[in-house]
């Protein structure tokens, strides 16, 4: 590995040095090859990658450390948080010369734990490594990880569970919170901290006339871009606190997530988010609020010669572009999975019908998009029960392809929707399989959801397709991990 060695190099009040404290008997779980070859591991490291991802073996070019922040959590301030079982073991270079940390989810009590034991458990290890990978095999932004490990030491939840550890990597781990922190502790270190946050993640910002600006800018883009992907591909985050959303707009913190499988836009996904702020259909606005909060952390950074009114509304205008930079890129990607032409001045309403069709007859959301990708047209109108609704949005979807390029639109159509989510009932069989020391059903989903666009019918199986039945219990996740 070729190390890249920065979060060190910022005033230490910001992190916490200490090594893991690994778990007892840790045993593999799964390992992510392709992507260690990505980060440049040598054949040592690979074959070491149980001792690496169990936090036994750690590197002399990097001493591990736990990050401060702080953060807003369901809407309340939440003061002081933190790397509170994690910890970032190294920053390296990957093949295609991008910075790249490995954090260690699970290494064990830090400064930060506050009333936590600074574990991790498998079931949400296996849930956070597998939609990691899921996204990104979709083309979102989102973290990654290397691999996880089990144990056999038992870790306390509502019921003792088995530990786990999580070799988790990405872009940035630098978090929104990271300046709530700073400016409400030690604000002396914000303008030298934004300063290495633009030269890191966007020293293109660096030649604009007024960096600051121009970063803020990039980062409400960023986000918007996320959280449009999210949309298209009916992921829920489920905890949108300000703690956890970075700065590079890749997805970060699994925890409550779900991908939406019959179309319920105010389905509440998290169970312990009982007034529903982090449903799917508010995760735009949600994006918003963190970003103004965020924003009003880079008031203080106004320039000596500039006047502060004119400051806080410059800020304020950065924010003015999320919403049309969300629509574009949202507008623009509906269009395509429905195979409707980006320009005509119908194609976003004739989208917004069948969504609306998807809602009231409760279908799904991910495999209606494929019906209408394979013109199944007779299957979805089976499924309705009001076809005249169905047959009337038929009618006006056909018109508008009429006398269009409807190759190259159903080749896009086929390049944006996928076959293949990620269910809640899909990682919860393979969590109980492994549970029972069987990783087999993690490694189908894993190599099912390596290329979620393509039929793979001697990987699949029918519950990939749909979701539970009505008289199945729908699988609980709250913020428990």
């Given amino acids: 590995m070729q190390f890249q060695v920065r979060y060190p190099t910022l005033n230490p009040k910001l992190y916490y040095h200490q090594q893991p404290v690994p778990l007892h008997g840790a045993k593999a779980g799964h390992f992510n090859a392709a992507l260690a070859e990505q980060l440049n591991w040598s ?51 990957d093949r295609y010369g991008k910075t790249i940390d490995l954090h260690l989810k699970g290494a064990g009590l830090t400064p930060y734990s506050r009333m936590g034991d600074g574990r991790a458990v498998l079931r949400s290890t296996i849930r956070e490594y597998l939609a990691g990978h899921a996204l990104n095999a979709l083309g979102i932004a989102a973290s990654n990880a290397v691999g996880f490990t089990s144990s056999d030491q038992g870790v306390q939840r509502e019921k003792l569970e088995r530990g786990a550890m999580l070799l988790r990597t990405s872009d940035c781990h630098i978090r929104l919170g990271h300046f709530e922190w700073i400016n409400q502790y030690q604000p002396e270190l914000l303008r030298e901290f934004t300063q290495k946050c633009i030269e890191w993640h966007y020293p293109e ?28 591909v009916g992921f829920a985050h489920g905890v949108m606190n300000t703690d956890n959303l970075n700065i590079t707009g890749s997805t970060l913190d699994f925890g409550p997530y779900g991908f939406m499988e019959r179309f319920r836009p105010n389905w509440i996904n998290n169970h312990s988010d009982h007034h529903g702020r982090y449903t799917y259909q508010n995760q735009p606005s949600m994006g918003h609020w963190n970003l103004w909060t965020w924003l009003n952390n880079l008031v203080p950074l106004c320039p000596h010669d500039y006047d502060k009114e004119q400051w806080k509304n410059d800020l304020a205008a950065c924010l003015e572009q999320f919403e049309p930079c969300f629509l574009a890129h949202y507008k623009t990607g509906l269009c395509e999975k429905m195979g409707l032409p980006i320009f005509h001045k119908d194609s976003f309403d004739c989208a917004m019908a069948f969504l609306r069709i998807l809602q009231s007859e409760q279908l799904d959301y991910t495999q209606s998009f494929v019906r209408l990708q394979n013109q199944d047209y007779t299957a979805l109108i089976d499924d309705c029960l009001d076809r005249r609704q169905f047959e009337s949005f038929l009618s006006h979807y056909q018109q508008i392809r009429e006398h269009q390029n409807t190759e190259a639109l159903d080749q896009r159509m086929r390049e944006v929707n996928p076959q293949y989510i990620l269910r809640n009932h899909m990682a919860q069989k393979a969590i109980e399989m492994a549970e029972g020391n069987d990783f087999s059903e993690v490694e189908r989903l894993f190599n099912l959801l390596s290329t979620p666009f393509s039929k793979q019918p001697e990987l699949e199986r029918p519950e990939d397709l749909a979701p539970l039945s009505s008289d199945v219990p729908e699988v609980m996740v709250s913020c428990s991990s």
């Avoid at 401060?68 to 509170?84: E, I």
């Avoid at 660096?206 to 918007?224: C, D, G, S, W, Y």
Wanted: include cysteine; charge should be negative; proline fraction near 3%.
């Fill in 205 to 232: 910002c660096l030649n604009e006339a007024k960096p600051i600006l121009a970063f803020a800018k990039a980062v409400i883009e960023r986000t918007a871009l996320m959280i449009s992907g999210w949309q298209l």
């Fill in 43 to 93: 054949a040592q490291d690979k074959n070491d990658w149980v001792t690496i991802c169990s936090g036994q073996k750690t590197f002399s070019e990097f001493e591990p450390l736990a990050m401060v922040y702080a953060g807003h959590q369901f809407g309340q301030w939440a003061g002081q948080l933190g790397d509170g079982r994690g910890l970032l073991i190294a920053q390296i270079i």
